[in-house]
Every structure is written in structure tokens, then in C-alpha cells.
């Protein structure tokens, strides 16, 4: 079985932009979490969503947000880029669960650099 | 709040010897704790995960955690270290009935030849 994919795997953006990362999970899984892991730092959590609905957001600003499709694949966007947004973008998946011990598998991340 | 401590940024260990990566957590209620594994330019591998029950977790690649409640650390320990084992290892932690992970800042492990 295919693993958690994201794309693209590297980015480039200027201060102001908008950006579109997305992430598709593994077949079966329906819960799609978000992270982001600037140099140096352990994962910091962004969102996550299950069956389209937002089920917990970290605290990030109104500038990240985030959408899942009927097909569990799932979009972070982020808008007005600032130089502290350059990290790495990771997307987990993890299979169906009630706020249990599920495990969340990972992809290879997106690496966002904003000059 | 839940929060994770993980207090050596780096653990050098001689290859064949035995290793301990360390992590105490912080969490009202019952916590669930998890082991990742970073390899460069890569995402996270999971290693194992402590729900409930025995104390003593076995996961991949020969690694194991021991649960310790009183202290409430999740120490991974390995029997004998491998120059292959040589990563970045987070230690996370949730709280049972939320959706919210939350990462150590990951320990340095350099297994020496």
C-alpha cells in the first residue's frame, strides 16, 4: 500500500504569497492532520480533519486554513507568507478512531521557504 | 496543558551498547504516548505506542519503551545500538478524548562506530 503523499515536496514564495499544500492519505484512513516543523523543533500541530469536518486546530493564526475532500485527500493554505512560515509542512494520516490511540503515519513533508 | 519534555538535544552511544532516549510528558488524565523516528529530509516513522496495559511497549526495529506513571516518563530504550540507528527521535503525546499531538522538541541519537 501507498504511504501518505504530499506534494510538491519543495516550495519557494515571497513574503505575501499564498500557498496550497496537499496531502493524500492512506487508502482507509479518513482523519488528515497537519504539522509544521521549523528547523530545529519537534512537529508543531496545525489542524485536523476527519470525515471533512475540523476536528482540533493548534494555535496558528487565521492565515492557515484548511480543507479536506470527499476523497480524505486534504489542502493546507496559507495566506500572507511570512518569513517565519518557511518549515516543513508534514501531513499525517491516521486509520478511523474516536480520540483513541490511533497511530498517525507521516509523509515526506513540504519544504515551504519564503524569501 | 500536555506538554512533552525531552531533555538531552543529543545522546552519543557507542554501537553495540546499549540506549536511552528520554521524555517525561505532562497531562491531566490518561495520556497516550508515541515514539517517532526522523531521518534526514524524510517525515516521521512510527516505533511504538503506549495505550494501556503492559508497561513495557516493544515496537520496530528492536526499540522498546517502558511506561513509568509515578514519574511520568516514556524512556526508548534499545539493547544494542546500531550506527543505522543514528536519527532524530521525537517523543509525542496526546491526551485520551482530544485530537491534539503534541512533540517533544527530539533528541539527537549518534551511534558511533
Known amino acids: 500500500d501507498a504511504g501518505v503523499t504530499q506534494s510538491p515536496t519543495h516550495l519557494i514564495k515571497t513574503r505575501g504569497q499564498q500557498v496550497t499544500l496537499r496531502c493524500s492519505p492512506i487508502?482507509?484512513?479518513?482523519?488528515v492532520s497537519w504539522y509544521q516543523q521549523v528547523l530545529g523543533q519537534g512537529p508543531q500541530f496545525i489542524f485536523q480533519?476527519?470525515?471533512?469536518?475540523?476536528?482540533g486546530r493548534g494555535n496558528f493564526p487565521d492565515r492557515f486554513s484548511a480543507r479536506q475532500f470527499p476523497n480524505y485527500s486534504s489542502e493546507l493554505n496559507v495566506n500572507a507568507l511570512l518569513l517565519g512560515d518557511s518549515a516543513l509542512y508534514l501531513c499525517?494520516?491516521?486509520?478511523?478512531?474516536?480520540?483513541?490511540?490511533?497511530?498517525?503515519?507521516f509523509g515526506p513533508g513540504t519544504r515551504l521557504l519564503v524569501l | 496543558a500536555q506538554s512533552v519534555a525531552q531533555p538531552e538535544d543529543q545522546v552519543n552511544v557507542a554501537e553495540g551498547n546499549p540506549l536511552t532516549v528520554k521524555c517525561t510528558y505532562s497531562?491531566?488524565?490518561?495520556?497516550?504516548l508515541f515514539w517517532y523516528v526522523q531521518y534526514p529530509n524524510r517525515g516521521l516513522q512510527f516505533l511504538l505506542k503506549?495505550?494501556?496495559?503492559?508497561?513495557l511497549v516493544k515496537g520496530s526495529y528492536g526499540f522498546e519503551a517502558e511506561f513509568n506513571k509515578s514519574q511520568t516518563s516514556f524512556h526508548l530504550k534499545k539493547p544494542s545500538a546500531l550506527v543505522s540507528d543514528s536519527a532524530l527521535y521525537f517523543c509525542?503525546?496526546?491526551?485520551?478524548?482530544?485530537?491534539?499531538?503534541?512533540f517533544g522538541t527530539g533528541t539527537r541519537l549518534k551511534v558511533l562506530a
Open positions: 509525542a503525546v496526546k491526551k485520551a478524548g482530544t485530537y491534539k499531538y503534541i
Open positions: 487508502s482507509g484512513h479518513k482523519s
Open positions: 503506549y495505550i494501556t496495559g503492559d508497561n
Open positions: 499525517a494520516s491516521s486509520p478511523p478512531g474516536l480520540a483513541g490511540g490511533e497511530t498517525q503515519y
Open positions: 480533519y476527519y470525515e471533512k469536518e475540523e476536528r
Open positions: 497531562v491531566s488524565g490518561n495520556p497516550y
